[in-house]
């Protein structure tokens, strides 16, 4: 099972991004999905997460400003960011806890790459 991020970039102050990220390979089904971002010197944070159903979270510092959804037939999930501000700068990951067909009674999680985004004042 691998995850595909991409669409990250460099944005100036109050622009948008939109995240995108697949999941493919020996997939039965995908459970929660989520996205966190690590920024340079800090740890890695959970910014929002979907379960299969479309039920969303998120961290305080963006709310109101990103949206998270899937496409659950793609086995993909997005992040909308708006109003983007400096310190949204980081690398974001996404993750995903999936079934897989040959391990039907277990649960692994996998990560993307990353990718960058960087919003200038």
């Known amino acids: 099972v691998q995850l595909q991020a991409s669409g990250g970039g460099l944005v100036q102050a109050g622009g948008s991004l939109r995240l995108s990220c697949a999941a493919s390979?020996?997939?039965?089904?995908?459970?929660?999905m989520a996205w966190y971002r690590q920024a340079p010197g800090k740890q890695r944070e959970l910014v929002a997460t979907?379960?299969?159903?479309?039920?969303?979270n998120y961290v305080d510092s963006v709310k109101g400003r990103f949206t998270i959804s899937r496409d659950n037939a793609k086995n993909t999930v997005y992040l909308q960011m708006n109003d983007l501000k400096p310190e949204d700068t980081a690398v974001y990951y996404c993750?995903?806890?999936?079934?897989?067909?040959?391990?039907?009674?277990?649960?692994?999680?996998?990560w993307g790459q990353g990718t960058q985004v960087t919003v200038s004042s």
């Open positions: 979907i379960t299969s159903d479309g039920n969303a």
């Open positions: 390979g020996s997939i039965f089904r995908v459970n929660d």
């Open positions: 993750n995903a806890r999936v079934v897989r067909i040959t391990a039907p009674s277990l649960l692994f999680t996998y």
